[in-house]
């Protein structure tokens, strides 16, 4: 959403970037950066209702919760939001012209609706996703299946989609904390809306835009890839969960610019996934198994005295890859990683950022879905696309769930799959594909290209409707 804002603020339009205290202070120096340059974007800061909702103090990204059991909790906090929100538009003259929400802020469809603005649901997804959920909610084929592991074909697509039910993200198969009412005032929102605003480009899915469109008539508009909007280093370094601090990038660059082109390991899954202190050890003996250089992301809250052991003990994991793996136990600057020309595959969850932002470097992918809708995304990377392997994962965790699942990819599995895309030959048109795809993502979002023209049209659209209510009034 930040991203976006910039890029619309890039166009001449005035901004208010509505956040939470934590939150802004992540992207703070970004902004006050813009309005430096002499964009017209503002941050506006909403208390999170932490005590209300019975959350911890302080806990105000879904990705920090200390336990998945508060899943509810938070989503009730967001809904508490929706007063003093309320409370800004009807004190703002003039009213904004339109409001650009979170699809996970339904709520924010009464307020345009009692202000006659125009609501845009933002989804972080693809064109894609939108319609392999909205095809299978519609057709409840995913409710005819005989078991969770039976395959059934996603309808009225224009590739042949197959799926399982244990794949399904949590809005078409609930878990134990079973959103699924707070889900249906999602699908509702959605549908209700003005229009979808996607992070995504033409080039990419250009069937999946033209059936989207068909759902919402024609009011779809792909303006990214979003994380280009990031020009300078300090930008792309700074974007994400936190300020990066520069000395450990700078070190982390060092120790790429000693490794020859494409022949480097990135492996990172994401903000969201929780995988097992086992099976992170699987990951890192697939790792060390490839006989490749790498670097490994663990997320803070990953940390385990498990994993720690393993790493960490005499003779263990860190000790016999130090000659050619970089363990970092903490967030680090993926785009900045990523752009680096030594990097040759990226081990990722298939989020959709992850996703893009592997596409617009040009790195093949390693796919390992494990929650929501990246059993879709991983789709798109293998068998669309044609620009990745799948390391075998055939279950979407559930929140809350995770230890049950144990061990479910093997160390030898990754390293197949992680040979398969580095490997020079088998590779190669992996790599040509992805760097051709990398090469029309940035071309999209430059002057005359299909998501610049996206963003003007869709600027347009919306100045029509401000003079349409004034006509009216």
């Known amino acids: 959403m930040v991203d976006i804002a910039r890029l619309l603020a890039q166009h001449g339009v005035k901004i208010t970037l509505i956040v939470t205290p934590l939150n802004a202070i992540r992207f703070d120096k970004i902004i006050n950066r813009d309005i430096e340059s002499g964009l017209s974007i503002q941050l506006l800061q909403i208390p999170f209702p932490c005590v209300e909702a019975s959350l911890p103090e302080g806990y105000e990204?879904?990705?920090?919760?200390?336990?998945?059991?508060?899943?509810?909790?938070?989503?009730?906090?967001?809904?508490?939001?929706?007063?003093?929100?309320e409370k800004f538009v009807e004190e703002t003259h003039p009213r904004p012209s339109c409001i650009i929400s979170d699809r996970y802020l339904p709520w924010t469809i009464d307020i345009t609706s009692k202000f006659g603005i125009p609501r845009l649901a933002f989804d972080g997804t693809s064109c894609f996703t939108f319609m392999c959920s909205h095809n299978i909610s519609i057709s409840k084929v995913h409710e005819n299946v005989t078991s969770d592991s039976e395959y059934f074909v996603v309808p009225n697509l224009p590739d042949k989609i197959e799926l399982t039910k244990a794949q399904l993200p949590s809005l078409l198969n609930p878990g134990p904390n079973n959103l699924k009412g707070f889900h249906d005032e999602i699908k509702a929102a959605d549908m209700a809306s003005y229009g979808l605003v996607i992070n995504s480009f033409e080039e990419l899915e250009s069937r999946y835009v033209e059936e989207c469109k068909k759902v919402k008539g024609d009011k779809v508009w792909c303006i990214g890839p979003v994380s280009l909007c990031n020009k300078e280093n300090i930008d792309k370094s700074q974007r994400g969960n936190k300020t990066s601090n520069i000395d450990d990038q700078n070190q982390c660059l060092k120790w790429l610019d000693s490794w020859p082109s494409n022949s480097v390991i990135y492996a990172c899954l994401g903000t969201l996934s929780c995988l097992t202190p086992l099976q992170l050890m699987e990951l890192g003996l697939g790792l060390e198994k490839s006989n490749r250089p790498f670097i490994w992301v663990i997320r803070e809250d990953q940390k385990s005295s498990e994993l720690e052991k393993f790493i960490h003990e005499e003779e263990g994991f860190e000790e016999r890859t130090k000659n050619r793996g970089l363990v970092i136990q903490d967030w680090a600057p993926q785009v900045v990683i990523l752009s680096h020309p030594a990097i040759g595959g990226f081990l990722t969850h298939c989020g959709w950022n992850s996703t893009l932002?592997?596409?617009?470097a040009g790195?093949?992918?390693?796919?390992?879905?494990?929650?929501?809708?990246?059993?879709?995304?991983?789709?798109?990377?293998?068998?669309?696309?044609?620009i990745g392997e799948r390391v075998g994962a055939s279950v979407a965790s559930k929140w809350g769930e995770e230890d049950k699942y144990g061990v479910k990819v093997k160390s030898e599995t990754i390293r197949k799959a992680i040979d398969l895309v580095m490997d020079e030959e088998e590779g190669e048109e992996k790599r040509k594909r992805t760097r051709e795809l990398g090469d029309l993502a940035n071309k999209a979002l430059e002057e005359g290209g299909s998501s610049y023209?996206?963003?003007?049209?869709?600027?347009k659209d919306i100045m029509q409707q401000v003079m349409d209510n004034k006509v009216m009034a």
């Open 61 to 85: 990204d879904l990705s920090a919760l200390p336990s998945r059991s508060l899943a509810i909790n938070f989503f009730d906090a967001l809904t508490m939001m929706q007063q003093p929100m």
């Open 357 to 360: 932002e592997g596409v617009c």
């Open 363 to 386: 790195v093949p992918m390693i796919t390992w879905p494990l929650l929501g809708e990246q059993f879709y995304n991983e789709q798109i990377i293998v068998k669309i696309l044609r």
């Open 453 to 459: 023209c996206n963003i003007r049209l869709l600027i």
